[in-house]
């Protein structure tokens, strides 16, 4: 199976990473015991500019978590079908070929779930099988693109979506200075990706196989703390050093399995969870020749996106920098579990 098209939506709002940064710093006043540590820390997210839900003003007028839940569906709707007609016209697909919907989020929730109300609102076939998950955060993206092969693997005829909504700002808690949020603050942005996985035919990548990797005992080093105050961000500066320690081998032990190994890949599609990650990821892998740009260059220009963000840098691959054919790639996200993805690509 190929993946057949991607595509993107965001909303109106964009805000630069110096704009952003003022205004929290307004906004927490005295609460900062040091200014001068939000400006270091934001300055150094290798962030540019970041989409968000709404305006500054917008974010000071919810007062519970109901609230902006409520908000995250009101634009995760016009998102989430905005990124699907998106990813169908570059597939030269109409909505009645979507047969299966599997979508991810870590930043709302609803009963029934963005999927089910997408599927009313925009028409689509009443036995579409739908699959919604939470709880995956950053790896979201490449989980729901192995799921989407399988079930494409399982029906080779059929064609399914994938759809990631991410409005990370709807999750920051504008009373809590800790570190964890604000260098969550200077991170996240908000948008909406989708991706199409069908049959053979096509020009995108052919999906060849995929490996999950769990992390016993490594719980806390990314997710929610989840309280009558929303989502809390649980960030460890553990991560980078685990992913030191483990990656090259997870990888190799992959690429082995197929009788291949790194310098047989020449695309990698990775999700740009912030510098030290991308860093580490590239001390791991040993990666000395920019191989990792598009992430870097996502990253400053969407900040990161939760699950959404290795979709976005697939995008930017398929549309702008696309390997000849031929070449091996490896989509590869971690979040929490903590866990990674691996998904093993031919272009």
Request: net charge neutral; hydrophobic share 45%; aromatic share 8%.
């Amino acid at each position: 199976m190929r993946i057949a098209s991607v595509a993107s939506a965001f909303p109106p709002n964009v805000y630069t990473q110096q704009e952003i940064t003022n205004a929290l710093k307004e906004r927490w006043g005295d609460k900062l015991a040091k200014p001068e540590v939000l400006d270091r820390l934001h300055a150094n997210c290798g962030v540019r500019k970041r989409h968000l839900s709404f305006t500054f003003d917008r974010y000071l007028q919810f007062k519970t978590w109901g609230e902006s839940n409520r908000a995250w569906l009101e634009v995760a709707q016009d998102l989430g079908e905005q990124a699907i007609d998106g990813a169908l016209k570059r597939a030269d697909l109409t909505r009645a070929d979507l047969n299966a919907i599997f979508f991810v989020s870590i930043t709302g929730v609803a009963s029934p779930s963005l999927d089910a109300k997408l599927v009313n609102r925009m028409g689509l076939r009443s036995d579409i099988k739908r699959t919604p998950i939470f709880g995956l955060g950053c790896v979201g993206g490449a989980i729901g693109l192995t799921r989407a092969a399988d079930y494409v693997r399982a029906y080779p005829n059929e064609n399914a979506v994938l759809l990631s909504v991410e409005l990370c700002s709807l999750t920051i808690q504008l009373g809590d200075v800790a570190m964890p949020n604000i260098i969550a603050t200077g991170l996240f942005g908000d948008g909406a990706v989708a991706t199409i996985v069908g049959p053979q035919a096509g020009t995108g990548p052919e999906i060849l196989a995929s490996k999950s990797v769990f992390y016993p005992e490594t719980e806390d080093i990314m997710g929610w703390d989840v309280s009558e105050k929303g989502f809390g961000i649980i960030l460890s500066a553990r991560l980078p050093d685990l992913i030191r320690a483990r990656l090259r081998s997870d990888v190799d032990s992959f690429l082995a399995s197929h009788k291949l190994s790194r310098s047989d890949l020449g695309s990698f599609v990775l999700h740009p969870g912030g510098p030290k990650i991308l860093q580490a990821v590239e001390e791991a892998l040993e990666l000395k020749n920019c191989e990792l740009a598009p992430s870097w260059d996502c990253l400053a220009r969407y900040g990161n996106l939760s699950s959404g963000s290795v979709l976005i840098v697939l995008e930017e691959v398929m549309q702008r920098r696309r390997p000849v054919p031929g070449t091996l790639g490896l989509v590869m996200a971690m979040g929490p579990g903590f866990c990674s993805e691996m998904v093993l690509i031919r272009w």
